[in-house]
């Protein structure tokens, strides 16, 4: 009994140790976990930006079905235009000089634009070449002033946020050079705003989901060719992207749970005493590199 008494602060001891250890043990198993899971900071987070072409579809597809074009497509002949050589130069030179007339513009004016004309960039626009021809947009056009206005409030608060919280001073400081801030007056004054929505997957008539592939790239070329065909009719947008605002806005148009915002565009002319930043553009050296 006595020896069992002067040996009980030796167990005791031991047991103590053996607990540092493992808790020890515990503890930097748990901070390598939340080392691994960390991502690298970034100054935002927007779920609607993110392409979902690398997400695997439910199960209840069924691997093996068919979700593109019917399986027989027919090929027809095609004949392409051919220019000399002199007049691809020219053409390719004025349509440069064309396009690189167009600017971000932030100043627009209410002046009322033909309705034909939006119809037939976004004709255009839907000309754009996409992953198995899955055509993975919707362009949603707004004219309606109280939808335009509830837009504006819905972005301007998100932006509020993004430009104090989410964004970072990097960011903001960047930003500060081109003079822009949170309040979006162009939101109420432009006659129509473009919403352009990526479909991330669509529907196959027997109702299962279908795999939109490169949805997100797809979409973005349409988005280029739309700004090219608001410029050669005359118009001018800013490209924006309404960081955190696509559920609320998405509600708001009733569109599906499959489209997620990519690009807010308000469309028209600029107001009379608009400016832009002197910015200047990349010559081609910097852009171009021939191998």
């Known amino acids: 009994m006595a020896l069992f008494s002067s040996l009980t602060p030796v167990f005791i001891a031991i047991i103590c140790v053996l607990i540092g250890v493992i808790m020890k043990k515990t503890n930097g198993e748990k901070e390598k976990r939340d080392t691994k899971s960390k991502h690298p900071s970034r100054p935002w987070v927007d779920?609607?930006?993110?392409?979902?072409t690398d997400h695997p579809l439910e199960e209840e597809e069924g691997e093996e079905e068919w979700q593109g074009l019917e399986e027989n497509v027919a090929h027809v002949p095609f004949t392409g235009e051919r220019y000399s050589e002199a007049e691809m130069i020219k053409r390719s030179q004025t349509f440069y000089e064309l396009l690189n007339k167009r600017r971000s513009v932030r100043f627009l004016s209410d002046e009322p634009v033909p309705r034909e004309v939006i119809d037939n960039v976004i004709r255009t626009a839907g000309t754009s070449p996409s992953g198995a021809h899955t055509e993975p947009w919707t362009f949603v056009v707004v004219q309606d002033p109280y939808l335009k206005h509830k837009i504006r409030e819905i972005v301007e608060?998100?932006?509020?946020?993004?430009?104090?919280?989410?964004?970072g001073d990097r960011w903001v400081n960047d930003l500060k050079r081109l003079r822009t801030n949170w309040i979006k007056e162009y939101l109420d004054t432009a006659p129509y705003l473009i919403l352009i929505f990526k479909q991330v997957y669509g529907r196959l008539p027997n109702g299962k989901k279908k795999t939109h592939y490169y949805n997100e790239i797809s979409v973005s070329i349409a988005c280029g060719i739309l700004l090219a065909a608001l410029q050669n009719a005359g118009l001018y947008t800013v490209t924006s992207t309404p960081l955190n605002c696509g559920p609320q806005l998405r509600v708001l148009l009733q569109r599906p749970a499959n489209e997620k915002l990519l690009l807010l565009l308000p469309v028209g002319y600029p107001k009379k005493d608009a400016t832009v930043p002197a910015l200047t553009r990349k010559p081609l050296e910097d852009i171009m590199v021939v191998m």
């Open 157 to 167: 608060e998100e932006e509020e946020i993004n430009y104090k919280k989410r964004m």
């Open 47 to 52: 779920e609607d930006l993110k392409d979902g």
